[in-house]
């Protein structure tokens, strides 16, 4: 049974450039979150998204970001017009999604992103 | 302003002791709280929860202890082994999906 997967690992962009970053979750699961990580910071909660719904959003930047789980494939962060400061690991989780607290998110390897 | 706290970046403890990892938070509403570990270049991977009714939740060398009146938690591990060493977080949350996390606490176990 495969885990929550991430595409690419590592990604290299110069300002301006988009970002896209993919992540499919573990089988079954219906419910995915996005997190990113500055260096020597913790996980920061960026959004959470069902299948073709965004769940919670607060956590995103108001502008040039945006994310999506569509029906069939994985969801996708879209980071466009990058900028320095977007550098950061981004992790994805997914859960089984009875949409309660207690639910374990399970996280895959993450993207690496650098702006040049 | 920072709702999760883990106060020490990193502590390093000999094999077959207790390692004692410690979080504090501020948010009241804070229900539920997680530990993750994590490996260099690896996602987190879930370790322990709690939920806010209980003060003790012990799952094999992992203990998860919690003070609501201090909003502290601690995790005990016992006895550490090398492979604990990692990164550990702290996480809490006070709705479906949506956790926050500290900053995390090195730990290195010493042969």
């Known amino acids: 049974n495969a885990g929550v997967m991430q595409n690419p690992r590592h990604l290299v962009r110069r300002r301006g450039q988009e970002a896209r970053l993919r992540c499919s979750p573990m089988?079954?699961?219906?419910?995915v979150y996005w997190y990113r990580q500055l260096p020597e910071e913790g996980l920061k909660f960026m959004v959470y998204?069902?299948?073709?719904?965004?769940?919670?959003e607060s956590g995103m930047p108001k502008e040039r970001f945006s994310a999506e789980f569509p029906k069939e494939g994985p969801s996708i962060l879209r980071i466009q017009q990058v900028v320095r400061g977007d550098s950061a690991a981004y992790f994805c989780?997914?859960?089984?999604?009875?949409?309660?607290?207690?639910?374990?998110?399970?996280f895959g390897p993450g993207t690496r992103l650098t702006v040049l | 302003d920072q709702q999760v706290k883990q106060n020490s970046p990193s502590l390093s403890v000999q094999e077959g002791r207790i390692s004692i990892l410690n979080c504090d938070y501020t948010?009241?509403?804070?229900?539920?709280f997680l530990w993750y570990k994590k490996y260099p270049a690896e996602g987190p991977t879930f370790l322990i929860s709690?939920?806010?009714?209980?003060d003790k939740n012990e799952d094999g060398r992992f203990t998860v202890f919690l003070n609501k009146s201090a909003k502290h938690l601690s995790l005990h591990i016992v006895p550490s082994q090398p492979g604990d060493s990692a990164v550990y977080f702290c996480?809490?949350?006070?709705?479906?999906?949506?956790?926050?996390f500290g900053d995390g606490t090195t730990l290195t176990v010493k042969p």
């Open positions: 989780a997914s859960s089984p999604g009875a949409g309660v607290i207690t639910d374990t998110q399970y």
């Open positions: 089988k079954g699961h219906s419910h």
């Open positions: 998204l069902q299948k073709e719904n965004i769940i919670d």
């Open positions: 948010n009241s509403m804070f229900d539920y």
């Open positions: 709690i939920s806010s009714i209980k």
């Open positions: 996480a809490a949350s006070a709705q479906a999906g949506k956790s926050t």
